[in-house]
């Protein structure tokens, strides 16, 4: 396996060399002395491994016997309106653009500055969405989320018109969960 292959990672347990090598690299691109030891959460039916300063969040959830990683979140936080968004939960930004989607023959290549409208263009309609309801300091962004291709995004869109904005919005957090097709980075 690539270890430019974030959805490849799907399914390995949190010891995992694959995982390990994946986060010393991404470690290597920021300067950050601690940024390959995780903040973890832990609850009774899952295990968040938290690399902040690597915009990564790994979901490990639990089996009969161990640990499996079910999804990951990429963070995007510096493409918020005017340069100026920052994380609600403290995460820098993925250190690695652009994200490439490998959806059968065709490669999509994702910027921090792709929109909902290219994404839509790129991928298709999405197969589910939401968010954006409610005032502008209590609702959450409007998300799309492709099953096809085990993709889900977040835009940086809420509130009342948040739908109308939402095609020109860019992203602030992809999640990537089992598939048939990967998303990879490229170093």
């Known amino acids: 396996m690539s270890i430019n ?9 949190p010891s995992s060399e694959e995982i390990s090598d994946q986060i010393r690299r991404l470690s290597s691109l920021v300067d950050s002395p601690n940024a390959a030891i995780p ?6 039916d899952a295990v968040y491994h938290n690399y902040v300063t690597l915009g ?3 979901l490990f959830v639990r089996t009969p016997t161990d640990l499996i990683l079910d999804s990951i979140d990429v963070y995007n936080v510096e493409a918020g309106t005017n340069g100026r968004m920052t994380s609600e939960r403290g995460f820098s930004t993925y250190p690695v653009v652009p994200l490439t989607l490998t959806h059968g023959e065709e490669k999509i290549e994702i910027y921090g500055g792709t929109t909902g409208k290219e994404f839509v263009k790129s991928i298709g309609e999405p197969e589910r969405k939401g968010g954006g309801s409610g005032p502008s300091s209590g609702s959450i962004g409007i998300w799309c989320e492709w099953k096809k291709v085990g993709l889900m995004v977040e835009l940086d869109a809420r509130g009342v018109q948040a739908w109308d904005k939402g095609k020109d919005a860019v ?4 999640t990537l969960f089992p598939c048939d097709y990967y998303i990879k980075t490229s170093y």
């Open 56 to 58: 990564i969040s790994l």
């Open 39 to 44: 903040v973890i959460k832990s609850y009774p």
């Open 171 to 174: 992203w602030r957090v992809i």
């Open 5 to 13: 292959d974030l959805h490849g990672l799907l399914g390995l347990q």
